[in-house]
């Protein structure tokens, strides 16, 4: 029995986490397949475009036997905290022998290389990095300077220092790097393994034919009516667009950032701006610029634009006005990875394999089974609690960014179903 294990968002799945999927089943001759996804909230500080359960039933839909949800607080954490989550979740399962993520290189030696590098960060690298923050970079831009110095001066099995840029300039080699020096840090014994990006970049915002970026679908999907039309649609999967055009003839879908918009401006309007410091990422006194963006701005795009410069990206301040809006501090963050990360393996879907894997997982795994959320919500283990209480309330914030008000009402994480195939 092989099994295979994809960390992702699917938001939505299209033609290239398909293509993705069975290039890895291939690669690795797996038997199952599972995915710890996102939840309602995304890495990149945005909601998902449809909830978890209907993304979950794309996933199984399209040949994932099981997805188990990364909690909240770490689905919309930068790349380092959202990679440790997703490859611990797996790790956890006691089932999963290879792990595999899409790269812009295809190449995994040079990942690893530099993977190696940033997860024991020798002294001569760590100085190089305070020196290229010191100059007002922002952390990613110094990250991969220090990187260049670092290879040039030291060398690394596997990587040339001109090479530095070119990998690291591509989002899913960062992330592919991340999920590398997890499996490092948790000495876990899954295997990783990679498939080449084909056709465009994660961020490309116009559709390339059948293999789009997610984020050139988002863009194309209609605002006014259910139905899915023109080029987006050669993009998805047929069971992905049912789901979809099933979400949005509901009311339940798109949900968008700026759905919330002026929920957010009035909690920061509302603020001190030492209430504000108290949040992840909030850091050299973004505090009072956040503040007073919010006070100056009527949208939360201007809000972001107004704020956002080269040191404080437009995603990094999305994450931050998350936080803010699911009430997610840098204390409990910071208890949470104190505690090592996600405390629970919560179940959002599965089909017939799926539940054979299950019956292995209960035996092998190392953390708690979530089925029912209800038996879980006061546990001896308060901090499985608070994060379980946390996604409950990331949920109850969620529906309130449905165009329907008939499916806005709250405690949904207590009473949807698990999705089954």
């Known amino acids: ?13 299209h033609n290239g986490h398909l293509y993705h999927l069975k290039e890895s089943i291939a690669l690795t001759s797996a038997d199952y397949a599972v995915c710890a996804m996102s939840g309602n909230f995304v890495q990149r500080g945005e909601p998902a475009v449809i909830n978890k359960w209907a993304r979950a039933k794309m996933a199984l839909m399209a040949g994932i036997d099981l997805v188990v949800e990364i909690p909240v607080a770490y689905a919309t954490a930068s790349a380092e905290y ?35 590098i940033l997860h024991h960060e020798p002294p001569s690298y760590k100085s190089a990095l305070k020196s290229c923050q010191d100059t007002g ?53 899954i295997t990783p393994v ?37 080029d987006a649609r050669h993009s998805l999967p047929g069971s992905s667009i049912e789901i979809l055009e099933n979400e949005f003839s509901n009311g339940r879908g798109p949900v968008s950032l700026d759905r919330f918009s002026d929920t957010i401006l009035a909690l920061i309007r509302k603020m001190m701006p030492e209430e504000i410091k ?37 995603t990094r301040l999305q994450r931050i006005l998350l936080y803010l809006l699911l009430n997610i501090t840098s204390r409990e963050f910071l208890e949470f990875n104190s505690h090592g990360g996600p405390q629970y393996i919560r179940v959002l879907g599965f089909n017939e394999k799926g539940a054979f894997l299950l019956s292995k997982i209960k035996k092998r795994g190392s953390l708690p089974i979530i089925i029912k959320v209800a038996g879980f919500t006061r546990t001896n283990n308060p901090v499985l609690n608070k994060m379980l209480e946390r996604e409950a309330f990331a949920t109850d914030i969620y529906v309130l960014g449905y165009k329907n008000p008939e499916y806005r009402y709250a405690g949904q994480e207590f009473t949807q179903n698990i999705i089954r195939i």
């Open 278 to 314: 108290a949040f992840p990422g909030v850091t050299e006194g973004l505090e009072n610029r956040v503040k007073k963006a919010a006070e100056s701005c009527g949208t939360i795009d201007m809000l972001i634009e107004k704020a956002s410069t080269r040191r404080y990206t437009v």
């Open 194 to 230: 990679t498939i080449k990006r084909t056709a465009n970049l994660y961020t490309t915002e116009y559709l390339t034919g059948e293999i789009s970026s997610a984020t050139a679908i988002r863009k194309n999907l209609p605002k006014d009516s259910p139905l899915i039309t023109g």
């Open 137 to 189: 970079l922002s952390y990613p831009a110094a990250v991969q300077r220090a990187l260049g110095k670092y290879v040039e001066n030291h060398g690394a099995p596997g990587l040339r220092a001109p090479e530095i840029d070119q990998v690291m300039g591509c989002s899913n080699n960062i992330l592919g790097i991340e999920y590398l020096k997890a499996l490092k840090r948790l000495k876990s014994n």
């Open 82 to 116: 959202f990679a440790h989550a997703g490859v611990k979740i797996l790790d956890s399962l006691g089932v999963v022998d290879n792990i595999s993520f899409g790269s812009e290189t295809g190449d995994i030696k040079p990942l690893d290389a530099i993977a190696e």
């Open 1 to 13: 029995m092989r099994v295979l294990g994809i960390i992702a968002e699917y938001n939505p799945f």
